[in-house]
């Protein structure tokens, strides 16, 4: 099945969350801190959407190029990321919210991919999509997707069959996506899934992203002309 966006309707809203280093930089405190701060806002934005009506939030925190940053920096956001699997994500998967993780699981250490797999199970019957992209790339989604059709012996693939292959395999394509922190490019996040998807840029930094900024963007986003090629 390919999962097409449909106009008008904001069915899944997805963030890169850029700028938390330069926030906290600002601040006169190390990078890391922006990203403590960062992984507080990732939460609170990702609940404010879904009482929004949005069904699926997914959110970029790490991605395949994010191991080429400082050890002191990659470590830091490893330290960040278990803690929040210990407990803002397990707590989360206590509101109702199904949480899957985009990007390859090999290169965490055994015992996160095992809370990681463990907190996919457990909210698996979840109302809300919250998809958290660590360890993400579009293109090596697309590799990795190839590779296991051709395993499972296709000799043919076409749209569907890849659509079913990729992490997001049965979730809808992202309608909007939203980058924070001023640049304005998709830097590998969602390859296969944004071809429609409008882009919101603010400069706003992701630390300092309120829900009236997440307001701002979903009524630019409705103020769009959505025509998926036709007129
Ligand atoms: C982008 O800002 C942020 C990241 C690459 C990492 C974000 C990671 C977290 C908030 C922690 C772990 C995630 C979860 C889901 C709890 P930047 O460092 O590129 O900022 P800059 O552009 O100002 O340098």
């Not at 934005?45 to 191991?67: D, K, P």
């Not at 993780?101 to 919250?130: C, H, Q, W």
């Amino acid at each position: 099945m390919i999962n097409q966006p449909q106009e008008n309707s904001l069915q899944h809203i997805a963030f890169i969350m850029d700028g938390n280093g330069r926030w906290a930089k600002k601040r006169g405190m190390p990078r890391e801190y922006g990203h403590t701060v960062g992984a507080k806002v990732f939460r609170r934005v990702a609940e404010y959407c879904f009482r929004q009506g949005i069904g699926t939030v997914t959110i970029y925190a790490f991605s395949t190029e994010n191991w080429k940053r400082p050890q002191k920096e990659v470590n830091a956001i490893m330290d960040i990321f278990k803690n929040y699997l210990k407990m803002g994500l397990s707590e989360m998967t206590e509101d109702n919210i199904r949480i899957r993780f985009l990007g390859e699981k090999t290169p965490f250490a055994p015992d996160v991919r095992a809370t990681m797999e463990k907190i996919e199970r457990k909210s698996s019957a979840n109302k809300y999509n919250l998809n958290v992209a660590v360890n993400y790339g579009g293109r090596a989604e697309l590799v990795q997707a190839v590779n296991r059709l051709m395993q499972s012996g296709v000799t043919h693939v076409d749209e569907a069959a890849l659509s079913n292959a990729i992490d997001t395999s049965g979730q809808p394509d992202p309608d909007l996506i939203v980058r924070t922190g001023g640049e304005m490019r998709l830097s590998n996040f969602l390859m296969w899934q944004s071809v429609y998807s409008e882009l919101y840029f603010t400069d706003v930094l992701w630390p300092d992203f309120t829900d009236s900024d997440v307001d701002a963007a979903i009524a630019e986003f409705h103020a769009r002309n959505r025509r998926f090629g036709g007129v």
